[in-house]
T-cell receptor, first 113, second 118 residues
Framework: NAGVTQTPKFQVLKTGQSMTLQCAQD?????MYWYRQDPGMGLRLIYY???????DKGEVPNGYNVSRLNKREFSLRLESAAPSQTSVYFC????????????FGPGTRLTVT | AQKITQTQPGMFVQEKEAVTLDCTYD???????LFWYKQPSSGEMIFLIY??????QNATEGRYSLNFQKARKSANLVISASQLGDSAMYFC???????????????FGQGTILTVHP
């Protein structure tokens, strides 16, 4: 049981390049999320998927797209990377129940030069 | 819109002592949940404790307890008997149910860096 996995762990892009961050969970969770973490800003929600086949915008969706490929996988795509997208990206999935805490992946550190 | 405020950028505590990390929140929804996460220097996010807005008692998990004061809209984390391994960033987060749905979305505070001295 690996939990939430993310690839890659580190990535350097040039401005204008594109890339896809991959996320997978093996806990049979319905809901999945993408956050970004910037220094002094806490984590901010980019996109989420309440269930397979649905996606919706979070607080900071501009410059990103997502795909919920199946119940396990939720990918985040940067079509044309900008230096403002330099950040640490976390994927998470959520347990069911009243608490329903989110389990986070290890993060992807992205630098855009 | 919901908001989480952590006013302590950094806190210091002596090993084996207790420490309180502050968190205040703002929401107009009567139904919400409050979470604390720990982020060590290695970067992963670790769930610590949860408090529901209708829970009558303060949540506890081992050395962690949540001092929930609903009228003051505060949800402070108390760590008892601090250990060196408690040195980390701590985030308070809230999930509310505005409009009857939340889909589990969390709003995070800016975090507090805790340093435990030997």
């Amino acid at each position: 049981n690996a939990g939430v996995t993310q690839t890659p762990k580190f990535q350097v892009l040039k401005t204008g390049q594109s890339m896809t961050l991959q996320c997978a969970q093996d806990m049979n969770h319905n809901s999945m999320y993408w956050y970004r973490q910037d220094p002094g800003m806490g984590l901010r929600l980019i996109y989420y998927s309440a269930s397979e086949g649905t996606t919706d915008k979070g607080e900071v969706p501009n410059g990103y797209n997502v795909s919920r490929l199946n119940k396990r996988e939720f990918s985040l795509r940067l079509e044309s990377a900008a230096p403002s997208q330099t950040s640490v990206y976390f994927c998470a999935s959520r347990t069911s129940g009243s608490a329903g805490e989110q389990y986070f992946g290890p993060g992807t550190r992205l630098t855009v030069t | 819109a919901q908001k989480i405020t952590q006013t302590q950028p950094g806190m210091f505590v002596q090993e084996k002592e207790a420490v309180t990390l502050d968190c205040t929140y703002d929401t107009s929804d009567p139904s919400y949940g409050l979470f604390w996460y720990k982020q060590p220097s290695s970067g992963e996010m670790i769930f610590l404790i949860y408090q529901g807005s209708y829970d009558q008692q303060n949540a506890t998990e081992g050395r962690y307890s949540l001092n929930f004061q609903k009228a003051r809209k505060s949800a402070n984390l108390v760590i008892s008997a601090s250990q060196l391994g408690d040195s980390a960033m701590y985030f308070c987060a809230m999930r509310d149910y505005a409009g009857g749905t939340s889909y589990g979305k969390l709003t995070f505070g800016q975090g507090t860096i805790l340093t435990v001295h030997p």
